[in-house]
């Protein structure tokens, strides 16, 4: 049972590694006796000479590992050691986002797993594995474990995609990874400098220089000596705003108006388009699509990506649920009900421990009569 009991051990102590995560301040490093040595007038660094794979990073004294039990004379005499490969293969395992562990992340993980582990020994001896809730934990435990692991290997399954599917993709969707450079023209409705004042004449003449800026606009003429135009006609005092939209993150558009965009040819304009803003324009100054190198990193996510949605949807699509409304409505009349935790029946002797479901109670097992 101990194993089942580090398994869990090790799934509590889990989030440890992510909570000390945050940045640290990095000490310098100790003052070494061997002097530093030196290339021509500048001293180098002495570096720090890596751990050996098989050598010991963590001992646990006082734990048995699995398979290994203590003499009754020496309970204590057990003592689980840990190699730096071993110890790197349960953090692996526990890695779920291939993410970087700082060396303060993997020193509080190896403390606590070592704490941990000495509160789960007592656990044993007091017979808390035999607890109707520390079996029922296993199952979720062993459950959630079991989904996790199943994620990870659609991951490593479907995260390398072969050089035959990114070229298909990127065939199959090449104007996914056409670029534009679009300019735009803005003519406010109203004074930027005054907003609630909405005068009906100012918002006709915008209206009206609009439909000549468009037009030249279209003939060619420079688009940011445009917009600095349309502000002087205007009157408005303020910074007229840039021109030049972004290519990444590439602008998000109304419907209607991203597909009048995308139908431009580079140097043309769209019509005048009436948005809630002011009347805007847009010119394509140039399109041209990005090739398939680089875009590789994100092909490789997309078609990885859909393969790992399309394995969760068919493992899922066959399991459905269905709730007891009365008892999950939130808007029910009745508080919700308060579950209680199940106690540990009486007694503390390694033999008073709870009976395992299904099983038949001994005369130590048989559990005290609620008063």
Same mark, same amino acid.
């Given at each position: 049972?101990?194993?089942?009991?580090?398994?869990?051990?090790?799934?509590?102590?889990?989030?440890?590694?992510?909570?000390?995560?945050?940045?640290?301040?990095?000490?310098?490093?100790?003052?070494?006796?061997?002097?530093?040595?030196?290339?021509?007038?500048?001293?180098q660094p002495v570096l720090p000479t890596p751990?050996?794979?098989?050598?010991?990073?963590?001992?646990?004294?006082?734990?048995?590992?699995?398979?290994?039990?203590?003499?009754?004379?020496?309970?204590?005499?057990?003592?689980?050691?840990?190699?730096?490969?071993?110890?790197?293969?349960?953090?692996?395992?526990?890695?779920?986002?291939?993410?970087?562990?700082?060396?303060?992340?993997?020193?509080?993980?190896?403390?606590?797993?070592?704490?941990?582990?000495?509160?789960?020994? $007592?656990?044993?001896?007091?017979?808390?594995d035999k607890d109707p809730r520390f079996l029922?934990?296993?199952?979720?435990?062993?459950?959630?474990?079991?989904?996790?692991?199943?994620?990870?290997?659609?991951?490593?399954?479907? /995260?390398?995609?072969?050089?035959?599917?990114?070229?298909?993709?990127?065939?199959?969707?090449?104007?996914?990874?056409?670029?534009?450079?679009?300019?735009?023209?803005?003519?406010?409705?109203?004074?930027?400098?005054?907003?609630?004042?909405?005068?009906?004449? %100012?918002?006709?003449? $915008?209206?009206?220089?609009a439909g000549e800026i468009r037009e030249r606009?279209?003939?060619?003429?420079?688009?940011?000596?445009?917009? /600095?135009?349309?502000?002087?006609?205007?009157?408005?005092?303020?910074?007229?705003?840039?021109?030049?939209?972004?290519?990444?993150?590439?602008?998000? %558009?109304?419907?209607?108006?991203?597909?009048?965009?995308?139908?431009?040819?580079?140097?043309?304009?769209?019509?005048?388009?009436?948005?809630?803003?002011?009347?805007?324009?847009?010119?394509?100054?140039?399109?041209?699509?990005?090739?398939?190198?680089?875009?590789?990193?994100?092909?490789?996510?997309?078609?990885?990506?859909?393969?790992?949605?399309? $394995?969760?949807?068919?493992?899922?699509?066959?399991?459905?649920?269905?709730?007891?409304?009365?008892? %999950?409505?939130?808007?029910?009349?009745?508080?919700?009900?308060?579950?209680?935790?199940?106690?540990?029946?009486?007694?503390?002797?390694?033999?008073?421990?709870?009976?395992?479901?299904?099983?038949?109670?001994?005369?130590?097992?048989?559990?005290?009569?609620?008063?």
């Open positions: 049972m101990i194993r089942h009991l580090q398994f869990v051990c090790v799934l509590v102590v889990a989030p440890l590694l992510t909570q000390a995560q945050p940045q640290q301040q990095v000490k310098p490093p100790a003052q070494s006796s061997q002097p530093p040595a030196v290339v021509g007038n500048q001293p751990v050996a794979a098989d050598a010991p990073v963590l001992t646990v004294h006082g734990v048995c590992p699995a398979g290994q039990t203590a003499t009754p004379e020496k309970p204590e005499s057990c003592t689980l050691v840990l190699t730096r490969t071993q110890f790197e293969a349960l953090v692996s395992s526990l890695n779920v986002n291939n993410q970087a562990y700082a060396p303060p992340a993997l020193r509080g993980f190896a403390t606590n797993y070592a704490t941990i582990l000495a509160l789960a020994k $007592a656990g044993e001896n007091v017979g808390v029922d934990l296993m199952k979720i435990a062993r459950a959630r474990a079991l989904a996790e692991s199943y994620r990870r290997y659609l991951q490593e399954k479907y /995260g390398n995609p072969s050089a035959e599917e990114i070229a298909a993709y990127y065939q199959q969707n090449v104007s996914k990874f056409e670029q534009m450079k679009i300019e735009r023209i803005h003519i406010p409705k109203v004074d930027p400098t005054r907003p609630q004042d909405r005068r009906p004449e %100012f918002e006709k003449k $915008a209206r009206q220089l606009a279209a003939r060619g003429e420079d688009v940011t000596s445009l917009q /600095g135009e349309v502000y002087k006609t205007l009157g408005l005092k303020t910074q007229p705003p840039q021109t030049e939209l972004s290519v990444s993150p590439k602008p998000t %558009f109304p419907a209607n108006v991203e597909q009048e965009i995308n139908a431009l040819k580079a140097g043309e304009v769209t019509k005048v388009e009436f948005e809630p803003s002011g009347f805007n324009m847009y010119k394509v100054r140039s399109r041209n699509t990005i090739p398939m190198e680089q875009a590789k990193a994100l092909i490789v996510r997309e078609i990885s990506q859909k393969n790992i949605d399309d $394995a969760l949807k068919a493992a899922t699509s066959g399991v459905t649920s269905d709730l007891n409304e009365q008892y %999950f409505n939130l808007r029910h009349a009745n508080p919700p009900p308060r579950i209680p935790a199940r106690m540990v029946p009486p007694g503390s002797a390694p033999s008073a421990r709870p009976v395992a479901p299904g099983a038949t109670p001994t005369p130590a097992q048989k559990p005290t009569p609620p008063k």
